[in-house]
Protein backbone atom coordinates (compact mmCIF):
# COMPACT_ATOMS: atom_id res chain seq x y z
CA UNK A 1 0.00 0.00 0.00
CA UNK A 2 1.27 3.15 -1.10
CA UNK A 3 0.63 6.38 1.22
CA UNK A 4 0.68 9.74 0.61
CA UNK A 5 4.18 11.54 -0.69
CA UNK A 6 5.13 14.55 -1.44
CA UNK A 7 7.87 16.05 -2.87
CA UNK A 8 10.61 17.48 -2.59
CA UNK A 9 11.00 17.17 1.38
CA UNK A 10 13.02 20.10 1.78
CA UNK A 11 13.20 23.34 0.06
CA UNK A 12 15.65 26.46 1.12
CA UNK A 13 14.80 29.67 -0.80
CA UNK A 14 15.55 32.88 -1.02
CA UNK A 15 12.74 36.06 -0.32
CA UNK A 16 11.12 36.50 -3.24
CA UNK A 17 11.24 33.28 -5.26
CA UNK A 18 8.99 30.99 -6.50
CA UNK A 19 8.22 27.78 -5.01
CA UNK A 20 6.38 24.70 -6.14
CA UNK A 21 5.60 21.47 -4.28
CA UNK A 22 4.16 18.23 -5.50
CA UNK A 23 1.57 15.68 -3.62
CA UNK A 24 1.00 12.33 -4.45
CA UNK A 25 -2.23 11.05 -2.62
CA UNK A 26 -3.39 7.27 -2.06
CA UNK A 27 -4.23 6.34 -5.40
CA UNK A 28 -7.68 5.45 -4.73
CA UNK A 29 -8.88 8.84 -2.61
CA UNK A 30 -10.57 11.25 -4.59
CA UNK A 31 -10.66 14.24 -1.96
CA UNK A 32 -7.48 16.14 -1.23
CA UNK A 33 -6.20 18.89 1.39
CA UNK A 34 -3.43 20.93 2.23
CA UNK A 35 -2.41 21.78 5.43
CA UNK A 36 0.40 24.07 6.60
CA UNK A 37 2.16 23.75 10.14
CA UNK A 38 4.84 26.28 11.89
CA UNK A 39 6.71 26.16 14.85
CA UNK A 40 4.71 25.14 17.85
CA UNK A 41 1.55 24.89 16.25
CA UNK A 42 -0.86 21.94 14.77
CA UNK A 43 -1.30 22.01 11.38
CA UNK A 44 -4.01 24.47 9.99
CA UNK A 45 -6.15 24.10 6.85
CA UNK A 46 -5.25 25.67 3.63
CA UNK A 47 -6.89 24.63 0.97
CA UNK A 48 -9.49 21.44 -0.44
CA UNK A 49 -9.76 19.45 -3.60
CA UNK A 50 -12.63 17.13 -4.55
CA UNK A 51 -11.47 15.00 -7.40
CA UNK A 52 -10.11 18.48 -9.52
CA UNK A 53 -12.23 20.80 -8.28
CA UNK A 54 -11.07 23.17 -5.43
CA UNK A 55 -14.28 23.31 -3.11
CA UNK A 56 -12.65 25.35 -0.18
CA UNK A 57 -9.86 27.91 0.59
CA UNK A 58 -8.64 28.76 3.99
CA UNK A 59 -8.12 32.81 4.89
CA UNK A 60 -4.21 31.83 5.10
CA UNK A 61 -4.53 31.21 1.25
CA UNK A 62 -3.25 34.51 0.62
CA UNK A 63 -3.35 35.26 -3.34
CA UNK A 64 0.67 34.68 -3.82
CA UNK A 65 -0.56 31.08 -3.09
CA UNK A 66 -2.26 28.84 -5.54
CA UNK A 67 -3.47 25.23 -5.62
CA UNK A 68 -4.22 23.29 -8.86
CA UNK A 69 -5.69 19.41 -8.81
CA UNK A 70 -5.24 18.31 -12.61
CA UNK A 71 -7.23 15.71 -13.80
CA UNK A 72 -8.26 14.88 -9.78
CA UNK A 73 -4.68 13.26 -9.43
CA UNK A 74 -1.37 14.89 -8.04
CA UNK A 75 -1.64 18.11 -6.76
CA UNK A 76 1.00 21.42 -6.77
CA UNK A 77 0.95 23.76 -4.37
CA UNK A 78 2.58 26.93 -5.65
CA UNK A 79 4.07 30.31 -3.62
CA UNK A 80 5.18 32.81 -5.34
CA UNK A 81 7.00 35.98 -4.11
CA UNK A 82 8.21 34.05 -1.05
CA UNK A 83 8.11 35.90 2.49
CA UNK A 84 10.41 34.51 5.83
CA UNK A 85 6.75 34.32 7.39
CA UNK A 86 5.63 31.35 4.94
CA UNK A 87 8.41 29.00 6.25
CA UNK A 88 6.71 26.54 7.36
CA UNK A 89 5.84 22.66 6.87
CA UNK A 90 3.42 21.60 4.27
CA UNK A 91 1.02 19.20 4.59
CA UNK A 92 -0.58 17.31 2.31
CA UNK A 93 -3.62 14.90 3.02
CA UNK A 94 -6.09 12.48 1.74
CA UNK A 95 -9.49 10.32 2.19
CA UNK A 96 -11.58 8.70 0.44
CA UNK A 97 -14.47 10.81 1.15
CA UNK A 98 -16.53 8.04 1.90
CA UNK A 99 -17.40 8.86 5.61
CA UNK A 100 -18.12 12.39 5.24
CA UNK A 101 -16.45 13.93 8.68
CA UNK A 102 -15.76 10.63 9.71
CA UNK A 103 -13.33 10.30 7.22
CA UNK A 104 -9.84 9.20 8.66
CA UNK A 105 -7.26 11.84 6.77
CA UNK A 106 -4.06 10.15 5.88
CA UNK A 107 -1.17 12.40 5.55
CA UNK A 108 2.50 12.74 3.33
CA UNK A 109 5.74 13.42 4.99
CA UNK A 110 5.43 16.95 4.56
CA UNK A 111 7.93 19.68 2.60
CA UNK A 112 9.64 22.10 5.00
CA UNK A 113 10.16 24.99 3.54
CA UNK A 114 12.62 27.74 4.69
CA UNK A 115 12.64 31.29 3.38
CA UNK A 116 15.83 32.77 3.56
CA UNK B 1 -16.63 27.30 14.75
CA UNK B 2 -14.60 24.44 16.17
CA UNK B 3 -11.60 24.44 18.36
CA UNK B 4 -8.71 22.55 20.30
CA UNK B 5 -6.97 22.93 23.74
CA UNK B 6 -4.21 20.83 24.58
CA UNK B 7 -3.40 21.41 28.18
CA UNK B 8 0.39 21.07 28.74
CA UNK B 9 3.02 21.61 25.84
CA UNK B 10 5.47 19.35 27.11
CA UNK B 11 4.39 16.46 29.56
CA UNK B 12 7.30 13.80 30.55
CA UNK B 13 7.32 10.60 32.38
CA UNK B 14 9.41 7.70 33.20
CA UNK B 15 9.19 4.49 31.21
CA UNK B 16 6.43 2.17 32.55
CA UNK B 17 4.27 5.11 33.71
CA UNK B 18 0.77 6.10 32.88
CA UNK B 19 0.54 8.52 29.90
CA UNK B 20 -2.26 11.03 30.16
CA UNK B 21 -2.61 13.75 27.27
CA UNK B 22 -5.36 15.83 27.87
CA UNK B 23 -7.67 17.95 25.06
CA UNK B 24 -10.62 19.68 25.26
CA UNK B 25 -12.99 20.63 22.24
CA UNK B 26 -15.47 23.07 21.25
CA UNK B 27 -17.90 22.54 18.62
CA UNK B 28 -21.26 24.03 18.12
CA UNK B 29 -22.22 20.65 16.39
CA UNK B 30 -22.27 16.64 17.25
CA UNK B 31 -18.05 15.78 17.32
CA UNK B 32 -15.73 14.16 15.85
CA UNK B 33 -12.47 14.29 17.24
CA UNK B 34 -9.06 12.63 16.17
CA UNK B 35 -5.59 12.28 17.79
CA UNK B 36 -2.72 12.02 15.80
CA UNK B 37 0.97 11.46 16.34
CA UNK B 38 3.52 13.12 14.57
CA UNK B 39 7.44 12.00 14.70
CA UNK B 40 10.51 13.61 14.06
CA UNK B 41 10.43 14.61 10.22
CA UNK B 42 7.30 12.89 9.64
CA UNK B 43 4.35 13.41 8.38
CA UNK B 44 0.90 12.47 11.07
CA UNK B 45 -0.20 9.14 11.78
CA UNK B 46 -4.03 8.43 12.79
CA UNK B 47 -3.93 6.88 16.66
CA UNK B 48 -7.94 6.96 17.38
CA UNK B 49 -10.98 8.79 15.79
CA UNK B 50 -14.36 9.17 17.77
CA UNK B 51 -17.36 9.10 15.56
CA UNK B 52 -20.13 9.09 17.76
CA UNK B 53 -19.92 5.23 18.22
CA UNK B 54 -18.48 3.76 21.69
CA UNK B 55 -17.78 6.90 24.03
CA UNK B 56 -14.03 4.63 24.84
CA UNK B 57 -12.33 4.26 21.63
CA UNK B 58 -9.28 2.08 21.14
CA UNK B 59 -6.09 2.70 18.99
CA UNK B 60 -3.25 1.59 17.80
CA UNK B 61 -0.09 1.09 20.26
CA UNK B 62 -2.16 0.73 23.09
CA UNK B 63 -3.74 4.23 23.27
CA UNK B 64 -7.28 4.84 23.89
CA UNK B 65 -9.66 8.06 24.48
CA UNK B 66 -12.85 8.93 26.44
CA UNK B 67 -15.32 11.01 24.78
CA UNK B 68 -16.92 12.84 27.75
CA UNK B 69 -19.46 15.36 26.98
CA UNK B 70 -20.26 16.73 30.00
CA UNK B 71 -16.88 17.91 30.25
CA UNK B 72 -16.15 18.37 26.55
CA UNK B 73 -13.39 16.18 27.12
CA UNK B 74 -11.34 13.35 24.56
CA UNK B 75 -8.32 12.75 27.14
CA UNK B 76 -5.46 10.36 25.49
CA UNK B 77 -4.06 7.18 27.86
CA UNK B 78 -1.89 4.65 27.90
CA UNK B 79 -1.26 2.64 30.80
CA UNK B 80 2.59 1.74 30.72
CA UNK B 81 4.69 4.36 28.43
CA UNK B 82 7.52 2.66 26.27
CA UNK B 83 10.38 4.91 24.98
CA UNK B 84 8.92 4.59 21.54
CA UNK B 85 6.10 6.48 22.62
CA UNK B 86 8.21 9.61 22.82
CA UNK B 87 7.08 12.18 19.87
CA UNK B 88 4.18 14.77 19.01
CA UNK B 89 0.83 14.35 19.47
CA UNK B 90 -2.12 16.20 18.21
CA UNK B 91 -5.99 16.39 19.11
CA UNK B 92 -8.53 17.76 15.97
CA UNK B 93 -11.91 18.08 15.25
CA UNK B 94 -13.83 17.99 12.49
CA UNK B 95 -15.28 21.03 11.04
CA UNK B 96 -18.70 20.54 9.52
CA UNK B 97 -18.82 21.13 5.67
CA UNK B 98 -20.87 20.08 3.12
CA UNK B 99 -19.97 16.44 3.42
CA UNK B 100 -16.24 16.84 3.51
CA UNK B 101 -13.86 17.06 6.67
CA UNK B 102 -11.36 19.82 7.49
CA UNK B 103 -9.51 19.16 10.71
CA UNK B 104 -8.53 21.73 13.20
CA UNK B 105 -5.77 20.97 15.44
CA UNK B 106 -5.01 21.88 18.31
CA UNK B 107 -1.13 23.19 19.35
CA UNK B 108 0.56 19.77 19.83
CA UNK B 109 1.69 17.91 23.14
CA UNK B 110 5.32 17.13 23.24
CA UNK B 111 5.68 13.65 25.03
CA UNK B 112 9.24 12.83 26.41
CA UNK B 113 9.46 9.27 27.80
CA UNK B 114 12.80 9.09 30.14
CA UNK B 115 14.49 5.28 30.91
Known amino acids: DTGVSQDPRHKITKRGQNVTFRCDPISEHNRLYWYRQTLGQGPEFLTY????????KSRLLSDRFSAERPKGSFSTLEIQRTEQGDSAMYLC??????????????FGPGTRLTVL | AQSVTQLGSHVSVSEGALVLLRCNYS??????LFWYVQYPNQGLQLLLK??????LVKGINGFEAEFKKSETSFHLTKPSAHMSDAAEYFC?????????????FGKGTMLLVSP
Open chain 2, 50 to 55: YTSAAT
Open chain 2, 27 to 32: SSVPPY
Open chain 1, 93 to 106: ASTTGTSGRADTQY
Open chain 2, 92 to 104: AVSDSGSGYSTLT
Open chain 1, 49 to 56: FQNEAQLE
